[in-house]
């Protein structure tokens, strides 16, 4: 009798194989419902990359590729399938070094016999050294002018290669490049695609996000002296730390293609991160190594693999000052200047109380109570509302060398919540710092802004549970976005006045926090977002809906000078995908 399976087209039993695959990958990100699409449109994105890269013209430029591969007992029918991902490449300049790193398995030592050739070079180690001390015995054996890392069971798109160095023809000068990778699993099926942002250092630092497809130049591998002992099942994470420590950002080139492929099988690390979890140790060694001489400190993040960093405030703790705007909202101030000086642990803050016409008595007579406490400096701004402007006018009267911007409709909930912001905003190269806002009811209202979405912006992972673990595990890491919201912003002052403030004529009311950010990082600086700075955002509650044909007109003038200034249709954001969806705030998979 014939099964239902049986009776179904090969590619329908596929996709819905690897629809199941998408729903167990999302319940291990922690989203209570997932998305039922994911994987139909991972096929579709499949295709679409493929007749990319096949339209990819041949690279002009002759470059050669040492693809170095440790070998150590491998599953021989897998690693020979590794071997045929190097030998079908559609771009032939390419070295293949396998290092048996003392497997003692007369198989294998068959298999490599048969392999050698002018284009494999087979390395054989007496005794076991483990993985660094194997890949730097390839290292010596290679001669191209780029150094490709490849897992002895894992796979390389047929266009890998000539996808990089196409890219290098673009960017001659680039040291490291990553591209995007998925998972594959025993029965070849493909899945959890990673589709990464363009450098960013902060995610960096949270964990090894560029991971695979990655490739090194060899003149600055020979340079740092190669894989260092000592830091085995992150040394690639080692690796790549101290090639980015001899390198400017623009020379970390990402690939945008998937040209990895991951074997998802028992022991392995792509199907589960804890079953190394010595390389946790090892990547934390790494990270604090990189950062020594910084001050900074590295504990062990939220996930597995994943770190905090954090870092050192100065010993003179600087005054910071935080900007309150409000009308009125009795409540709401009551319980964000509660929060404020029951929870934060930094100890030297200013609170401006900016009332903007308050006309409640009694709201009246507690900020005045407030004052008269010494809990805030009560600043009066009688004009009609105008956010930017009520935000420049308390600016010129802090005293702070840092800034906060909060909205009147915060809660905090972290105590170390500004130690962690000053510490960020100590690093001369920082911009704005930007913190993880819930929902009353829990869900997430903000985790960084992606500029493009809706044509102009929106908020990352907005509605998802307050404890997901987000696309890639991005709403647990630090990490850097093109944008932070103002709902609560840490800057320095002198920044802030650098770029001459928050756009008070053409952004009264929206955008005007994006605009800011997208200045700031215009005069070179990055913006961070940390899931350790948690607060509540009763969003819009002060100040009402834009429910108006008058407040619907600003919106759709603000919208429009987004669009016009920075390009926000059809704007790529780095810290995003041009894979993912600019349609939704879900990091689904482009339509």
């Given amino acids: 009798m014939k099964t239902l399976k049986s009776m179904l087209p090969n590619s329908v039993v596929n996709a819905l194989k690897r629809q199941a695959w998408a729903i167990r990958a999302y319940q291990r990100w922690g989203l209570k419902q997932a998305p039922t699409h994911g994987l139909l449109q991972y096929?579709?994105?499949?295709?679409?990359?493929?007749?990319?890269?096949?339209?990819?013209?041949?690279?002009?430029?002759?470059?050669?590729?040492?693809?170095?591969?440790?070998?150590?007992?491998?599953?021989?029918?897998?690693?020979?399938?590794?071997?045929?991902?190097?030998?079908?490449?559609?771009?032939?300049?390419?070295?293949?070094?396998?290092?048996?790193?003392?497997?003692?398995?007369?198989?294998?030592?068959?298999?490599?016999?048969?392999?050698?050739?002018?284009?494999?070079?087979v390395v054989v180690r007496e005794t076991n050294g483990h993985i660094s001390a194997a890949s730097n015995s390839g290292l010596q054996a290679a001669i191209g002018?780029?150094?490709?890392?490849?897992?002895?069971?894992?796979?390389?798109?047929?266009?890998?290669?000539?996808?990089?160095?196409?890219?290098?023809?673009?960017?001659?000068?680039?040291?490291?490049?990553?591209?995007?990778?998925?998972?594959?699993?025993?029965?070849?099926?493909?899945?959890?695609?990673?589709?990464?942002?363009?450098?960013?250092?902060?995610?960096?630092?949270s964990h090894n996000y560029i991971s695979h497809l990655g490739v090194y130049r060899r003149s600055l591998l020979r340079e740092i002296g190669g894989f260092r002992e000592g830091v085995e099942g992150s040394q690639d994470y080692d690796l790549l730390l101290r090639c980015v420590a001899h390198s400017k950002p623009e020379q970390i080139v990402h690939v945008p293609y998937v040209l990895y492929h991951?074997?998802?099988?028992?022991?392995?690390?792509?199907?589960?991160?804890?079953?190394?979890?010595?390389?946790?140790?090892?990547?934390?060694?790494?990270?604090?190594?990189?950062?020594?001489?910084?001050?900074?400190?590295?504990?062990?993040?939220?996930?597995?693999?994943?770190?905090?960093?954090?870092?050192?405030?100065?010993?003179?703790?600087?005054?910071?000052?935080?900007?309150?705007?409000?009308?009125n909202g009795q409540s709401l101030v009551c319980q964000c200047i509660d929060s404020l000086y029951r929870l934060t642990t930094y100890p030297n803050f200013e609170v401006l109380l900016v009332d903007n016409g308050s006309d409640d008595a009694k709201a009246l007579a507690y900020f005045t109570e407030f004052a008269e406490q010494g809990l805030v400096r009560l600043i009066d701004y009688p004009h009609p509302f105008n956010y930017s402007a009520i935000n420049n006018y308390a600016v010129q009267q802090a005293k702070g060398e840092y800034l906060v911007l909060m909205n009147n409709d915060i809660e905090i909930l972290s105590p170390s919540w500004l130690e962690d912001m000053v510490g960020h905003l100590a690093r001369p190269d920082v911009g704005c710092v930007g913190a993880k806002l819930y929902y009353p009811n829990g869900s997430i209202q903000h985790a960084?802004?992606?500029?493009?979405?809706?044509?102009?912006?929106g908020h990352s992972h907005r509605y998802f549970p307050q404890e997901a673990h987000g696309y890639a595990n991005r709403l647990q890491l630090t990490q850097n976005y093109s944008a932070v919201t103002a709902a609560c912003l840490g800057v320095r002052k002198s920044v802030f006045e650098q770029v001459g403030g928050l756009n008070e004529i053409d952004l009264t009311v929206a955008f005007n926090d994006v605009d800011f950010c997208l200045k700031v990082g215009k005069a070179g600086y990055r913006h961070v977002w940390s899931p350790y700075i948690e607060m509540v955002h009763h969003e819009s509650i002060s100040r009402g809906l834009d429910n108006t044909k008058e407040k619907q007109q600003r919106y759709m003038r603000e919208v429009g000078y987004m669009q016009d200034t920075w390009g926000t249709v059809g704007y790529q954001d780095p810290c995003y995908s041009p894979w993912l969806t600019y349609i939704k705030e879900d990091f689904s998979f482009r339509v």
């Avoid at 071997?83 to 030592?109: C, F, K, M, N």
């Avoid at 490291?176 to 899945?191: F, H, M, N």
């Avoid at 960084?448 to 912006?457: E, K, Q, R, S, T």
């Fill in 43 to 121: 096929d579709l994105i499949c295709k679409q990359q493929d007749n990319q890269l096949t339209a990819l013209p041949q690279p002009t430029i002759k470059l050669l590729f040492s693809v170095l591969v440790p070998v150590y007992k491998p599953d021989l029918m897998l690693f020979a399938e590794m071997v045929r991902s190097v030998q079908t490449q559609t771009y032939q300049h390419w070295q293949l070094i396998l290092v048996d790193d003392g497997s003692q398995s007369a198989s294998l030592t068959e298999m490599l016999n048969q392999l050698k050739s002018d284009k494999i070079q």
């Fill in 145 to 205: 002018d780029f150094v490709v890392l490849l897992d002895q069971d894992d796979l390389l798109h047929p266009d890998a290669l000539k996808c990089m160095a196409y890219y290098l023809s673009i960017h001659p000068n680039a040291n490291v490049l990553y591209s995007d990778e998925d998972k594959i699993d025993a029965v070849g099926q493909r899945a959890e695609p990673h589709f990464k942002p363009s450098f960013n250092r902060d995610l960096l630092y």
């Fill in 262 to 327: 991951w074997r998802a099988i028992a022991g392995s690390t792509a199907l589960a991160e804890s079953e190394k979890c010595y390389a946790q140790q090892a990547g934390l060694k790494a990270l604090q190594d990189h950062l020594g001489k910084s001050g900074a400190t590295v504990t062990q993040g939220k996930l597995a693999n994943t770190y905090k960093v954090t870092w050192p405030v100065p010993e003179q703790r600087p005054l910071v000052s935080i900007i309150i705007p409000t009308k």
């Fill in 448 to 457: 960084g802004v992606v500029i493009g979405l809706g044509g102009c912006a």
